[in-house]
């Protein structure tokens, strides 16, 4: 509830965006990694890391942002009876 994690939290998104783009030297991206994990904050409740390159992206969305692979629906506290894409072909 206390706004000061909500600004970091918002600098954390702001932040994380920029070393997530291509050309990130490796050793920034481990140690904005590292860093991120240090301040705990921990996901959002939006939120939630990609299976597959490991990133953030929003929790409702069937689609990773950063490596466009399809996502399974959000298990946590997701309601049963969404409905589940992929059906069709
Ligand atoms: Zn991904």
Known sequence: MSEASDVLRDAVERVDALVTVAGTPEGLREA?????VALALGPSRERRVCPFC????MREANRCGYC??????AADGAAPGSPVEGAAR
């Open 32 to 36: 904005w990694g590292k860093l991120v």
């Open 54 to 57: 490991g990133k953030t992206g």
């Open 68 to 73: 466009w692979r399809a996502l399974p629906p």
